[in-house]
């Protein structure tokens, strides 16, 4: 992806103004009020599947999410992309919110552009099977909500040897679907493949955003329909397939950059990206 010069201050400064000035720009609630069906609650998965690993966000309202399972990466620097936010590990940017859900809120505070990134390295990793969450994704010009998946091996094979599994992401515009594979090539590149598509709009409810893994092959779903499949007899000549070893999860919710674009005033602050439940099934 082509690297674009850093946001001005002035477009900066127009979603710092929003945010002091427009009262209709309001937190997405927290207490949601959801009537599930029973594939939206336990996700696509085989028959023969076995549930190996699971976070159901139960807690008190605004307590850490739990440190068992997940990391924090924190700082900013626009973490390959130029994005603005600065990642934090404190509770005004990831917590639980009392009703099962994990909260991850970008926002202005008064001073930087704050938000989370969090992760299961040394925690969870899965080389083959099925990992699903079901998420209610933001809306907002300049927002990139991410689960994505990376190989354990990041920081001895470093990126893009690690692979990288993007599972969804929406840059501004959640009436879209992305999904890529990042993988290395024998002469020390770097290649991506993807898959976009509309849909209806993801910011309305939850949904539930799988990717299984078997040996040469992925397959990325939403709601159980696939968007995305990917193998190893795909690529060309001098791409390698560097995804048959273990992988970690991560969440994410960046601010500007490449990719999405400034935030402006339609951009609600705070915004949420609500995760409901994380489940890993063996194949």
């Known amino acids: 992806m082509t690297r674009q010069p850093t946001p001005t201050a002035r477009s900066r400064a127009l979603w710092r103004n929003d945010t002091v000035g427009r009262r209709y720009l309001v937190a997405l609630p927290f207490f949601l009020a959801v009537t599930l069906c029973a594939t939206l609650l336990v996700g696509p998965r085989s028959s023969a599947a076995t549930l190996i690993w699971s976070d159901e966000f139960t807690g008190s309202n605004g307590t850490a999410p739990s440190s068992r399972w997940w990391n924090h990466e924190t700082g900013g620097g626009g973490w390959g992309n130029n994005e603005w936010q600065v990642y934090t590990n404190t509770r005004s940017n990831s917590y639980l ?32 099977g099925t990992v699903s969450a079901r998420i209610k994704l933001p809306r907002g010009q300049g927002l990139l909500p991410a689960f994505w998946l990376m190989g354990t091996d990041i920081y001895s094979a470093g990126w893009p040897r690690s692979g990288e599994i993007d599972v969804i992401e929406t840059p501004s515009i959640t009436t879209n679907f992305t999904n890529h594979l990042h993988g290395s090539t024998t002469s020390g590149g770097h290649w991506q493949r993807g898959n976009s598509g509309a849909i209806a709009d993801l910011s309305t409810d939850y949904h539930v955003y799988s990717v299984t893994k078997s040996q040469n092959q992925i397959s990325i779903s939403i709601d159980g ?32 950059g490449n990719w999405p674009g400034a935030p402006d005033l339609t951009t609600p602050n705070p915004s949420y990206m609500l995760i409901d439940w994380i489940r890993a099934y063996s194949l």
């Open 97 to 128: 919110d009392g009703n099962g859900r994990l909260a991850i809120a970008a926002r202005y505070n008064g001073t930087e552009i704050t938000s989370a990134r969090m992760n299961t390295y040394g925690k969870f990793s899965l080389t083959y």
């Open 225 to 256: 329909r696939t968007v995305g499949s990917y193998r190893a007899s795909q690529l060309s000549s001098g791409q390698q397939w560097v995804f048959n070893k273990p992988t970690y999860v991560l969440f994410s919710l960046a601010v500007g």
